[in-house]
């Protein structure tokens, strides 16, 4: 799947793989299909892929930080930037980084 996402927003595979990787996300089947029901073309699903990944991340860390201090910026589809309260992150270990600086004893 992650194949099919990159060829969508024509950048290199190793961009998706590195972030569903790093913060284990799972893109399903069903996901990629639905992403296609809504979207117009092929960039569309790469960017809505994306966004779906973007929530997955913030689904996972729903306990411990708020949703609405995260953003992103995804107008470079080869090198997309999410935040948390400003702060830029591109790895699970920097997000994990983040919430022990707000809350060091989190991952107590």
């Known amino acids: 799947m992650n194949d099919f996402v990159c060829s969508c927003l024509n950048i290199d ?3 998706i793989d590195r972030i569903t990787d790093d913060f284990d996300i799972d893109i399903e089947e069903s996901d990629v299909f639905e992403c296609i029901k809504h979207c117009g073309d092929l960039r569309n699903v790469g960017r809505e892929m994306l966004y779906m ?3 997955k991340i913030i689904d996972e860390y729903s306990d411990v930080l708020f949703a609405d201090k995260f953003d992103y910026d995804f107008s470079s589809p080869s090198y997309p930037c999410m935040y948390y309260d400003g702060k830029e992150f591109s790895t699970k270990e920097e997000l994990d980084d983040i919430v022990e600086e707000l809350d060091p ?3 107590d």
């Open 13 to 15: 595979g190793g961009v």
């Open 105 to 107: 004893t989190a991952n």
């Open 53 to 55: 990944v973007y929530e």
